[in-house]
């Protein structure tokens, strides 16, 4: 999840004076779900080094070396920047003449389309009812998919006119539609549906629009006054009250303004014959708000009234006809509402921010929902009735050939940024669609609306074919899986082949091609789509295999196209060439599992399929006969029996394996020659480093060896193109920089680069205590270098023995190089090797063994430690899992980690991740159980079934009975035996039968059989009360994982009387889909560079590399996605850095509504976002939406994961901080008081967190005038950092000069009371100092809470810098920002009038 570095302003208050690393790394792990490579090496190096409190310019210099070092990085960026600016061609201005409206001007670039113009007219205000039109320049119609580039005079200042044409059907229809989405434009419904990739944000409702420019234009002097601070009774601390409406706040936006009442096709249609050659195209039946009921004929000149009524049918135009070009012009004459409430509806719908109404890339599906009245909508309507089947109106040929539209763009040319950029552009833009037609595929697959293949077979062995995507159900067809674990093991076969779909995708090498796939659970059933291989269906598998298994391994063929193919693919993916008998007993050469079939479709490609043993099996839970797991793994109660044979390690832990294994090789050649170097003579050794200098001479293929020793061969590779850069010294570097702190691995692949902390996996310390006792680390280096670029030739024996017993002890394939790859096919049944592999074999068991080992020595416990100093800091079941994954540890081990946590010796610290891993546990079985649950339900009994279960599972009322669906029409045919039956289904009342006792029993059976864990409860009662649980999080949780929407209203969970759902709070039931996410591979690096210059405090040219990666993620991505979401973040907390509040305010902005969007409305990254922008609200003056804000995001914290969070302390500082600015110091001393207690708790009571946190407490104290209680917590402080830093340090001063200034406070208080009793009411009081803090110096204190480090104020904070500049010699840059910023906090002091 998100790295958090707030220790750093506490911890070194001297360190570097920008302090991104949170951020960057921020950045980086927020994406993880898309495995970006090389998450952040340097974000955590600093971070690290923040945390133990010294050493941390060391590291920096270290990432920046380490940066360099990654040679796509820099080596490629000069280059690439020169290609970005061809990209950015400069644009010109267009008049526009539309008819009936003023012309007005329009920026454009060369490389647009026309048709972007087009899209550009159908949005805007003045011209959105027009569909139906071309663009003429001199009378010259403009070709809709030319570039404006192509036609010649067109220029600065061209007249371009708007011509209306004349309809035909399909435009007739594509105007309707359209007319319907501007009327629908500003209402909900779609996205609480989830369909056509709308999907919720509520952040308008919170700022009220007064972010950005209006922001500027409210009057600032008055907004101390009008504040209304106090929070809504739940969100305060220690409320029990958990609600769930408030989850949707009303948007006013979304009471509907009624343009019409009704629009909906004619049943007069279509045209008969002789109206069809008057040219009528269709009719439509129009309701206007006024009960005028109308019918319309669309003819190719445009829209009239006909005199057609319900019954009669009478095509002749009506007197007067109102003929009219767009339908909202005709309407607009007939109904004066119509006219007036659509003006007012487009106004609002221009006014509201592009982000709210873009369409996301993939659907997005609310979990709750309110009421929302069914209205009559004839597109909808149509849809249903053409079901849409690839009825996509612009492609012509109606359907689309997936296969041929996926492969295609792969071939695209790549050679350049902008080949690469339209290449990506257009395999993302294919990806989202197939998803999404795959997603609906599989929806009308399982509601029963395709016909089978098939049909004669059972119901679960049934295929369909639908809109050229193949679909198979997740069961055990045919006994194909029964050695394996039957449906289970068909259960995790697609997913396990998606994961080797992307793996093969990410390598992307040419000439290889993979289907197009997408996994679907719905309704407990999975779907497998799959695009189709051109001439798979004609042919018999058998004849069309050839390379690979169709029976797991018992005949096995190969193809030498393919072993070349797949060679390219084998050192990025680690998977070894090896040998396999057929079934004549000859030996088979592969370089893939064998269920990893290639066939050669009719178009010539290369396909490989059934990809799921990409990846080596994981022995921890595949019990094999007379085979003996390492003691780490069997103390652990390892091997386990799984449910099916197909447990595989995850791509990260092999990434993660080989990297440590890399250390391990380097520290073993560097101990034997300091053994050697102590044994003889020093000279011996010198040729050995002279001859490093020839590096660079090294030819291509080397390069690649190169850089995989230092692991980045994934970067390399997945580049595919041979980059021979600085190839050594890229080596030299990454290796130095893994090896300089164990901890820190140049990693590949999608490895948090905190996955490889414990050098031996024995004590966090050891690799730095080895590598301080090991000079001849750095030999080992050269060695390793010059054996690669010498391929050994020039080297003496004893070095060249040196790397052969390291390349040994690790298990390297290759006995001259650092080399580990695995044979995926050992300990698979029926794969059987020649005996002359037999050596090779055993190595490879034993390599596997070390894995499974690692997993659980090395993963489980640095996992363990990174939550306990919160570098990573998961919020709820998503974010945790994915906190497992990016370690490489598959969710199967969920137990393992719960079972590490509870015996760790801080389990007190880790109880948030406790709880975390036990809901999601729970919620897990609970889905499991679900699944099979749910598969014996009939569709119309589909939504008592689920309010049954939800009740049996979170519902405190013992007998909840189920009920039955009065059957609403009972049919006396009652028997007959219905023809097209739902796979699986059939009238199935078994459900009803469920007791929540007998589910909690299941649950824990579930746990104990699945998670080898035990919980001993009878009761969601008794979980709640032993594990500290919310039962609204379950619901959440449970929602997610399963597709279920619910109403949104206040459940009674609790009630012993009555179930707390019925079957009308159940509003809908989503596919939960899994796809290959495509990336952007060069916008990425320019991102990371960008990140890597701001950690070496470059700001100046990091923000514009990271203004380059947002326009190239923009090209390829298009508006909405989460990596542009990261971008934004970034870019805003430098603007903020920068002085450059407006801008800040307005890119976080963005990025909340782009985390509502693509990610969710209480997704914890959109928590996180709505944290940041209340900061940059607050320092642009906006107080009272700063903390409707962070209200709003405490609100969701407390949904997600409850109150007991470390990041809830950070938020309550937060929000305390800002309450104490605007003078409401009860108010602000709650939330203090409750982010002291949790930081107390979570970081222990000497934490440097805890200190800052006994300040805040006591400047509200001061504040208040109650010295007393004051002079007592910053005692605490004091007393902490005195203890942590020493008296002499900064933090301590300040610390101790405040106590003096209390007492003096305190004293003089004091004196006056005296004076008081004494003299009564003639006293002479001494005016005394209540200072209400300035706005300056809360901002101050909230930019130090959240990590944000600004250019220091003080004389001595100035001196230190001068010094670091000289140890440092990169800072010169950072004294421009300095002066910059310094003065920033200061003008907001003359901004905003405080008294």
Known sequence: MVSKTDDIPASVPDCNPVDLAEEAGDGARETSKMHLKKSCDCGHSADSAMVNGDGAHEHTEEAESKQDGTSEVDGGEDSNEQEVIVIQDTGFTVKIQAPGTDSFDLQVSPQEMVQEIHQVLIDREDTCHRTCFSLQLDGNVLDNFADLKSFEGLQEGSLLKVVEEPYTVREARIHVRHIRDLLKSLDPSDAYNGVDCNSLSFLSVFTDGDLGDSGKRKKKGSELEQIDCTPPEHILPGSKDHPLVPLQPQNKDWKPMQCLKVLTMSGWNPPPGNRKMHGDLMYLYIVTVEERHVSVTAS????????????????KPANPSFLSHSLVELLSQISPAFKKNFTALQKKRVQRHPFERIATPFQVYSWTAPQVDHAMDCVRAEDAYTSRLGYEEHIPGQTRDWNEELQTTRELPRKNLPERLLRERAIFKVHSDFAAAATRGAMAVIDGNVMAINPGEETRMQMFIWNNIFFSLGFDVRDHYRELGGDAAAHAAPTNDLNGVRAYGAVDVEGLYTLGTVVVDYRGYRVTAQSIIPGILEREQEQSVIYGSIDFGKTVVSHSKYLELLEKTSRPLKVQRHNVLNEKNDAVELCSSVECKGIIGNDGRHYILDLLRTFPPDLNFLPVDG????????????????????????????????????LLFMKMAALQLMQQKANKDAKTDLPAITETSTDNSADTSQTQTTASDSSNATDLSSESTSQTDNSASAASQAATASDDDSSKPTTNGVLDSSATRNGECKSPLEGKELEESIPGLAQAKELAETLVSEDGSGIDPKSREVVLNACKAVGSISSTSFDIRFNPDIFSPGVRFPDDSADDVQKQKQLLKDAAAFLVSCQVPSLVKDCLDHSALPMDGATFTEALHQRGINVRYLGTVLQFVDKTPAKAQLEHIYRIGITELITRCAKHIFKTYLQGVELSALSAAVSHFLNCFLSSFADAVAHLPPDELVSRRKNRKRRNRVPGGGDNTAWASLTPSELWKNIATEAQSYYHFTIQCESVDQVVEKYNLLKITLLREISIKTGIQILIKEYNFDSRHKPAFTEEDILNIFPVVKHVNPKASDAFHFFQSGQAKVQQGFLKEGCELINEALNLFNNVYGPMHVEICACLRLLARLNYIMGDHPEALSNQQKAVLMSERVLGIEHPNTIQEYMHLALYCFANGQLSTALKLLYRARYLMLMVCGEDHPEMALLDSNIGL????????????????????????YHGPRSLKVALSHHLVARVYESKAEFRSALQHEKEGYTIYKNQMGEGHEKTKESSEYLKYLTQQAVALQRTMNEIYKNGSNASIMPLKFTAPSMASVLEQLNVINGIIFIPLSQKDLENLKAEVQRRQQLQELGKGEEHTEDSPLELEDKIPVD
């Open 300 to 315: 190719t000149r445009g829209f009239y009234l006909n005199q057609s009524t319900t019954y009669t049918f009478n095509p």
């Open 627 to 662: 085979e003996e797991l390492p003691p780490e793994s069997k103390h652990q109660g390892f091997p386990r029996q799984h449910r099916h044979r197909l447990a595989c390690l995850r791509q990260e832990l092999i990434e993660a394996f080989v990297e440590h294994r890399y």
């Open 1218 to 1241: 800002v309450l104490h600015g605007v003078m409401e110091y009860d108010l602000s001393l709650r939330f203090l008081e409750n982010a002291l207690i949790i930081n107390t708790k």
